[in-house]
């Protein structure tokens, strides 16, 4: 394998990663938007209701996303750097629109149990903390790559 297979299997795998996890926020947003969604019409509550509206305004950015992701991957090497730059940047804006939905997700914790809901938010924050950490580029980090 050459060097610059190896780069594009990295980058192709870091890209895997978000789709990963933004498949994940879909999942888990329609999840929500159906069974909280059957549950509202039976028994209504003003903090629900207000729950599934951010996650239902998440969801178009989400699918977005894959859209955008998808037409990245197929049109590899075609794109000018600018064209590619505004797409990563409308990519990042939909990610963080699919990581707020997670406050939707909260308040339908907080709904269920006070106890729940302050165990997830902070559960959330320390995952994405971390996993934000983790994912960091090594010279970000300040660390060196060993050498071999």
């Not at 209701?49 to 305004?57: D, F, G, R």
Request: hydrophobic share 50%.
């Amino acid at each position: 394998m050459d060097e610059g297979s190896v780069n594009v299997e990295s980058r192709t795998s870091s890209q895997d990663k978000r789709w990963t996890i933004m498949a994940a926020l879909l999942g888990t947003n329609t999840a929500f938007m159906l069974f909280q969604g059957i549950e509202q019409e039976r028994n209504y509550s003003q903090v629900r209701e207000i729950a599934l509206t951010i996650i239902a305004a998440a969801i178009p950015f989400q699918g977005i996303y894959f859209l955008i992701y998808t037409f990245i991957l197929e049109h590899e090497g075609q794109l000018t750097e600018g064209h590619l730059k505004r797409l990563q940047t409308a990519s990042a804006l939909c990610q963080l629109m699919a990581y707020a939905s997670l406050i939707g997700v909260a308040m339908m914790w907080y709904n269920i149990s006070n106890y729940v809901g302050v165990f997830f938010v902070l559960a959330t924050g320390a995952a994405v903390i971390l996993i934000r950490t983790v994912m960091r580029p090594l010279a970000a980090v300040g660390d060196e790559i060993p050498s071999q």
